[in-house]
Every structure is written in structure tokens, then in C-alpha cells.
């Protein structure tokens, strides 16, 4: 089977000074990445750390992450990726689950924490240059990387993804997309959301180049088309969401970007509008519609999106009904099997026995998804859960509803989803106060905010908050969330 970092270190020796990594300012060639990772390593591996320890990698979008990644798996540590726009709770919350031991960083972090913090950048100045020995990388069954993701305990919940299970993961990237070709990949998601795997190692291991944006330059659509339009990208990774929101603006066309032949979505439905729409602006590119979760690393099914497709169904399937690691249980829920199947949650053996059942002699992993088959195909209708997908981000209504209970002035709350045309486009959360409001309903919102901001992100922070009396309950005597997503519609 591949080995990701024999593949990538072919490369580093073949075409020592093609880059690697590219941002609007600053670039990485794959022989820098290859030494620089070493330095990395060597570093580690003097601190004489317990082996499998995970090391944090906190920071945005730098080539820096990627020489951290590389480093600690070379000196067989798991990396858990954390973007800088985590809130500092939260971080800290992530480093005491995952019992990290130190924290690699590539951006300002004015935080006290529990672990050595290390800039990267200081870490490959201070140490030599010596090459690691390939006994010494993560291998096999062993923990490659650790991505937290939101969980409905009120805490975040860490995947443990092994070195095989990637190894699988972009072998199948390989076979079925065109991404042999030379060409440049464009890198849009956050390293912490493991939709940035999808173009990070597909790109090393076959020496293509990956194009980094940031949030800065997505928050500033001057910038974002300034770099994209140079960028020569020609695959295109990113969630729905962020294509959506690139549609908007009349100029991105095949014109601005040639090069563009491939598109690659997965992490939310993926709107047929949004196709229509892509078709006209980029008729020589090839659009693929693939699905799964973190848990079975990335993405295990597809569909290429084709015209006869888009005319047959009014909604895109999600796999062929014969992919054979996606099955549906009894109740509809879609089930995944195979060698993606991660190998759990760290330290949740709980949460990870429910999520991840024996079937026979089978690992599963129960996605929580229901599907349905139709035509030849599967189809994705909706969750058993409370699990949902804002802007591209997965996130746990009960993970917010938690945060915001644990609030002083908090007695209960329910946070319920928006929807305009089947799309989730807010969150509001209802809240009972313990004690009845003295001040404006706008003063407490905004305490509120600000006191969720240390712990959640901001895509979880709900856009509006409603003070009420009681919590109202259905005849089940359950809470009333259609009743109340109901009231948000009228
Ligand atoms: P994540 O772990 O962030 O990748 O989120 C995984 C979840 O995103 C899945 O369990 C689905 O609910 C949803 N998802 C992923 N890909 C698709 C898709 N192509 N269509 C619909 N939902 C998707």
C-alpha cells in the first residue's frame, strides 16, 4: 500500500525545487518541505516524548502547518490540527482531551495554556538538518492525525485517523479523479475540518502544487479573485457553500481561471443550482458530487454530476447504489465499512463502541445520515440527530445549547436551525434567565455572545436570541423544536 511520506519524499528527491505550497505571500518547494519536516522531527524526537503523544498544530493556512504536520508523523506523533480562529477554551479544552503534550504554533497566540507552546518557524532555525529514518514514522494501525469536531456531550470530539486509513483514502482519491496530471490544487478549508485533506495529500504525494486562501482574502473578494485568477488553479476542493458564495460574484468564470478542468465537492448537499450555475460558468470543467464523514476519513462515495443526471433527479445522489462500503440499516441510517473506517474517538471508548458497532466481524461507523435508494442511486435526506450543516460547518445543536446553558444567567435553552429553500442559513437560540430580565434583551444577548465567543467558534454562536418564559413541550412531552422552527417561519 502507499506510503504517504515515501511518496512524498520521491518527490522532494525527483523535483527538489517544484513548490509544494503556495500563498499569496509566501511559498514552499518540496525540497524545503522535505528538510524542514526533518528539522521538525529531530526536534521531537530529542524531547524523548512517549510515542503516538499528539502534538497540536495551531495556525492558518502557512506552509509553516504543513512542515509541522509532516514533522511530527515523521517522528511518529499524531498532529491535531487547530485553525487560529479557535476560541481559547476551546483550544485548551481540545488539548486537555487529546492529552497533548505540546503545541506547535505558526501564528500569534497570547494565551496561557497547559502545554509548551513552540513556534514552528524557531523550532527548523535552531535544529540540524538531519534526515529521519523511515522506522521512526507513524505507520500502519497507528495515529497519522486527530480532528475535533463538534459533539453533542457538550465537548468537542477528537477522530483518530491512522496511517492506513489514509494511505486507503487517497489511493481511492487517485483511481477515480484526475488528479495524476500536473496541475495546481486549490487549498480553501481550514486545516482543522478534514476537507482540507482531500486536496492536501492527494497534491503531495503525486508532486502537484497546492494553493492556499485564506479567511482574510475570502472576507475580501478583491483579494480572493486577484489570487484566484493567478493562481492557475486546476482542481477545485471546497464545500458547496464556498462555491455558492465565489457564484456570487459575476467574474469568476473559466475565464479567470483556464486551467480549472475539475471540482470537487463534498460536505454538504450540493444544490443543483449550484451545478446548473457552474456548467455555464465552467463548461471544460468535470464536477463531482462525493460524500462522507470525518469519521471514515474524508469522503467515501461520489457521483460525477452530469447533465443527463441533473435532468433525471431533482436532487443529487450522494453514491452508485452499488458502492460497496455504503449500506443502509433497517431505519434508513447510511452505514460505512472499509479501510476508511477510522479507529475511534480518542479517549471516548463510549462514544466510540455506540458510533462504531461490530457487524459480524465488521467495524462500522454508524454516519448518523439517512439515505434512501432510488434509480441506482443513494440518496441523502436528512439526520437521526440533532447534527447539522451551517455554511459548509458540521456542528452539534446540543454542543451549543450546553454552552449556553452553562451560562450564569442561563436556566434552559433550545437552539433551533433557520432554514430559507431547504437551506440551513442561521441558528436562533431560545432562552429562559433565570432571573427575569432587568436590563434590555439586547445588553443580555450581547453578554451572552461575547461570553459563548471564549468557548465557540464563531459559526456556532447563533445569530439571534429570544428570551421566553418556558420552554414549550409537544404532547410527548419532548421539547417543541418544530413548534418553535415553526413561529421562526411566520
Ligand atoms: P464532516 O465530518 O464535516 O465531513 O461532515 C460529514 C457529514 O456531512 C455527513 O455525515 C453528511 O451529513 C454531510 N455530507 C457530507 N457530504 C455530503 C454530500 N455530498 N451531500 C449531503 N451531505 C453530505
Known amino acids: 500500500m502507499l506510503s504517504i511520506l515515501t511518496a512524498i519524499q520521491n518527490v522532494a528527491l525527483q523535483y527538489p525545487h517544484r513548490t509544494a505550497y503556495q500563498t499569496n505571500n509566501d511559498s514552499l518547494t518540496y525540497e524545503e518541505l522535505w528538510h524542514l519536516s526533518d528539522r521538525v522531527a529531530q526536534y521531537l524526537m530529542g524531547l524523548d516524548l512517549e510515542r503516538q503523544l ?10 509553516m502547518q504543513i512542515v509541522a504536520f509532516l514533522g511530527a508523523v515523521k517522528a511518529g506523533h499524531p498532529y491535531v490540527p487547530v485553525d487560529s480562529s479557535t476560541p481559547s477554551e476551546r483550544l485548551q479544552l481540545i488539548i486537555e482531551a487529546s492529552q497533548a ?3 506547535l504554533k505558526t501564528e500569534t497566540l497570547n494565551t496561557h495554556l497547559s502545554v509548551p507552546v513552540v513556534t514552528v518557524s524557531d ?37 483518530q485517523i491512522t496511517a492506513n486509513n489514509l494511505a486507503h483514502f487517497v489511493d481511492w482519491m487517485h483511481e477515480h479523479f ?15 475540518f478534514d476537507l482540507s485533506v482531500m486536496d492536501l495529500y492527494p497534491a503531495l504525494v503525486s508532486g502537484q502544487t497546492l494553493y492556499a486562501i485564506t479567511q482574510e482574502q475570502i472576507a475580501n473578494p478583491k483579494s480572493l479573485f486577484d489570487s484566484l485568477a493567478t493562481s492557475g488553479i486546476r482542481v477545485w476542493t471546497s464545500t458547496p457553500s464556498f462555491a455558492k458564495m465565489c457564484l456570487m460574484n459575476k467574474e469568476w468564470h473559466q475565464e479567470l481561471m483556464p486551467a480549472l478542468d475539475t471540482f470537487l465537492f463534498c460536505g454538504e448537499v450540493l444544490p443543483i443550482s449550484v451545478v446548473k450555475e457552474l456548467m455555464q460558468r465552467f463548461p471544460q470543467a468535470s464536477i463531482y458530487n462525493l460524500y462522507g464523514p470525518t469519521e ?23 453514491a452508485p447504489i452499488s458502492e460497496p462500503n455504503l449500506s443502509l440499516l433497517e431505519d434508513g441510517e447510511i452505514i460505512i465499512s472499509g479501510p476508511t473506517v477510522s479507529a475511534g474517538y480518542l479517549g471516548a471508548p463510549d462514544l466510540t463502541l455506540k458510533a462504531f458497532p461490530l457487524i459480524g466481524d465488521q467495524r462500522i461507523y454508524k454516519t448518523g445520515d439517512i439515505g434512501y435508494a432510488r434509480d441506482g442511486y443513494l440518496f441523502f435526506s436528512g439526520r437521526k440527530d440533532f447534527q447539522v450543516k451551517l455554511h459548509g460547518y458540521r456542528l452539534e445543536i446540543e454542543e451549543i445549547e450546553k454552552q449556553i446553558g452553562n451560562h450564569p444567567p442561563v436556566s434552559s435553552c433550545v437552539v433551533i436551525p433557520i432554514l430559507k429553500d431547504d437551506e440551513i442559513v442561521s441558528l436562533s437560540a431560545y432562552v429562559v434567565l433565570r432571573e427575569p430580565l432587568l436590563d434590555s434583551a439586547f445588553k443580555m444577548t450581547k453578554q451572552l455572545k461575547a461570553l459563548l465567543s471564549d468557548y465557540l467558534p464563531s459559526y ?31
Open 54 to 63: 499528539p502534538i497540536v498544530v495551531y495556525g492558518h493556512m502557512s506552509p
Open 178 to 192: 484526475p488528479l495524476q496530471e500536473s496541475g495546481v490544487f486549490l487549498n480553501q478549508a481550514p486545516y482543522s
Open 296 to 318: 471514515t476519513t474524508v469522503a467515501v462515495s461520489y457521483v460525477e454530476v452530469t447533465t443527463e443526471l441533473i435532468e433525471q433527479f431533482d436532487q443529487l445522489p450522494i
Open 101 to 103: 503534550c505540546l503545541l
Open 123 to 159: 523550532v527548523v532555525a535552531q535544529t540540524a538538518n538531519i534526515a529521519t529514518e523511515s522506522t521512526t514514522w507513524v505507520q500502519d494501525q497507528e495515529i497519522h492525525y486527530i480532528i475535533y469536531t463538534s459533539g453533542s456531550t457538550g465537548k468537542p470530539k477528537g477522530v
Open 460 to 490: 456556532m454562536i447563533p445569530k439571534t436570541f429570544k428570551y421566553i418564559d418556558t420552554i414549550p413541550l409537544n404532547t410527548n412531552g419532548k421539547v417543541d423544536r418544530t413548534g418553535l422552527a415553526v413561529m421562526e417561519t411566520v
